[in-house]
């Protein structure tokens, strides 16, 4: 009987054991964070090359407007800290000299296709002037800029923003894309929170805009831009909420009808890939 006992007490000890190895097994592979998971924007070797949460806590004036998460890097801020979409974001100023200049975009010019995306609340310019959401400079243009965003101010012809259609150019090396006419944007300057997305895919040569996670069905042929693989050269700094001339030591026009962005901006992303409708409507429905 005592030798049963014993064995009965050797076999539970050998049980719990074997249950206790099974607990230190690592966890399911779906248990990790994946590169493409908007939860995990930041993950390394994931497909964002810059991120401006405008999250920063400090009273420096320099640290409120930088990439919080991923590099802490100081910008040239000059815009005021807002209660954003998520979290804190900025508030432009209505003016023709004021913009967040970064010291750079990371590696984001070594990429072959891109992706633009960031949360905005803005109402139509109302100074006669078109506003500048962000520029990549590069001395190889003549306007001194690789990239940039350019929206149309108020009017009533077709070419102009309301609250209701907002009429923009997104270039890319010298090749503008113009949603106007029929093809302006839908309710992204109606005084609200909007997502706002622009994806150029390399294979391709098409430019896509994305508006609250939906496509903008373009009706013209222009958004096919011919460019295949992009090629950013000499490019230097990165600027928010303007264009090249609004920040110092950036080398830039200085065309009067320039003017920075008014409005407010937060969550702004750049990535180094064609994000699908299924990840941009992602970033929509995380607030990211």
């Known amino acids: 009987m005592r030798n049963k006992l014993q064995l009965c007490i050797v076999s539970a000890a050998l049980i719990l054991f074997a249950a206790s190895c099974q607990k230190m097994d690592r966890p399911a592979l779906g248990n990790f964070p994946k590169d493409n998971d908007p939860k995990f924007p930041l993950y390394p070797g994931g497909p964002l090359k810059f991120y401006a949460a405008f999250d920063g806590t400090t009273t420096n004036p320099l640290m409120n407007a930088v990439d919080s998460v991923r590099a802490n890097f100081a910008a040239s801020n000059p815009f005021t800290t807002i209660t954003g979409v998520s979290g804190k974001g900025v508030q432009g100023v209505s003016t023709k000299d004021k913009a967040i200049k970064y010291p750079s975009a990371n590696d984001f010019a070594k990429y072959n296709s891109v992706t633009v995306a960031y949360w905005l609340k803005n109402s139509p310019q109302t100074d006669g002037e078109p506003e500048f959401h962000f520029s990549l400079p590069s001395s190889d243009y003549w306007h001194a800029s690789a990239m940039f965003l350019l929206v149309e101010k108020s009017g009533p012809n077709a070419d102009n923003s309301t609250a209701s259609q907002m009429a923009c150019t997104f270039a890319l090396k010298d090749r ?39 496509p ?38 200085t065309d009067a009808w320039i003017h920075s962005y008014s409005g407010s901006m937060d969550q702004f992303r750049l990535y180094g890939k064609a994000l699908t409708a299924s990840e941009i409507l992602a970033l929509y429905n995380s607030r990211l």
């Open 176 to 214: 503008w894309v113009e949603f106007r006419g029929v093809n302006r944007l839908p309710n992204v300057l109606d005084g609200n929170w909007h997502h706002l997305a622009f994806v150029y895919d390399e294979t391709t040569s098409i430019v896509t805009a994305y508006v609250d996670g939906v």
């Open 216 to 253: 903008k069905t373009y009706t013209g042929t222009a958004n096919n831009i011919g460019l295949g693989p992009l090629k950013f050269t000499n490019v230097s700094n990165f600027v928010l909420g303007g264009w090249n001339k609004h920040v110092s030591g950036v080398n830039g026009p």
